[in-house]
């Protein structure tokens, strides 16, 4: 492994550990105006394993808005362990690894249009 790749995972392991850390502060749920249906969707799928949407399962005709479930599909194994403040809460520990691996495509793209010290910077 080289030294730039030792660099990008300490980066990597740094972001996401202080995401995950501001995410223990966080003392409720913010309801986006998807994130009901989302959750919906997820608890669905990890029981049925079908992805219906969100007016399927609730029955409600104007349940939210249409999202992709590509997201509800991979926090739906949370549900198979937690349930309630303790599934929101893996989900953000989640959320914040997703969002924390930016830093890899971030790099690559920097990379070919940026100095090598100013990369670096710009993945923070």
């Not at 850390?21 to 009901?36: A, N, T, V, W």
């Not at 609730?58 to 739906?76: E, H, K, N, R």
């Amino acid at each position: 492994m080289t030294q730039e790749a030792k660099n990008l995972l300490k980066l990597f392991l740094f972001v996401a550990f202080i995401k995950i850390l501001i995410s223990f502060y966080m003392k409720g749920p913010f309801i986006f105006s998807d994130e009901p249906c989302v959750t919906q969707i997820a608890m669905h799928f990890a029981k049925t394993f079908k992805l219906e949407s969100c007016a399927q399962i609730t029955g409600m005709l104007d349940a939210g808005t249409t999202t992709a479930p590509l997201y509800s599909v991979i926090i739906s194994p949370i549900y198979w362990l937690f349930s309630g403040m303790k599934a929101y809460y893996a989900i953000l520990i989640l959320n914040s690894i997703l969002f924390s691996s930016l830093v890899f495509p971030l790099h690559s793209i920097f990379k070919t249009f940026l100095k090598k010290n100013q990369v670096i910077f710009l993945n923070i």
